[in-house]
């Protein structure tokens, strides 16, 4: 079975940083592109970042020279770093494959306060 398991988000000033992690199994993730979307009430989730499975990276244009998506094959987890974080960051972030294949987590809430 497939478990995506995300953790790091916490409430955080705006303009810290923090560092979100996503814990797979159940698949070949060292050959798979993996993704972190996010999810803001009222709001569509959308692609934040994503890596594949050589590590190049892809950023939407929001979180472009402040966030990080990296990976650790060894341990079957992505990771994002966010740093420069601004209240329009507040969302629940979620990781999967970058097609959206998987059944999504429960995700892990970041709130940045004004």
């Known amino acids: 079975q497939v478990q995506l398991v995300e953790s790091g988000g916490s409430l955080v000033q705006a303009g810290g940083s923090l560092r979100l992690s996503c814990a797979t199994s159940g698949f070949m993730f060292r050959i798979n592109h993996m993704g972190w979307f996010r999810q803001a009430p009222g709001k569509q989730r959308e692609l934040v970042a994503d890596?594949?499975?050589?590590?190049?990276?892809n950023y939407a244009d929001s979180v472009k020279g402040r966030f990080t998506i990296s990976r650790d094959n060894a341990e079957n987890t992505v990771y994002l770093q966010m740093n420069s974080l601004k209240p329009e960051d507040t969302a629940v972030y979620y990781c999967n494959l970058r097609t959206r294949l998987f059944d999504w987590g429960q995700g892990t809430q970041v709130t940045v306060s004004s």
């Open positions: 890596i594949s499975s050589s590590g190049t990276t």
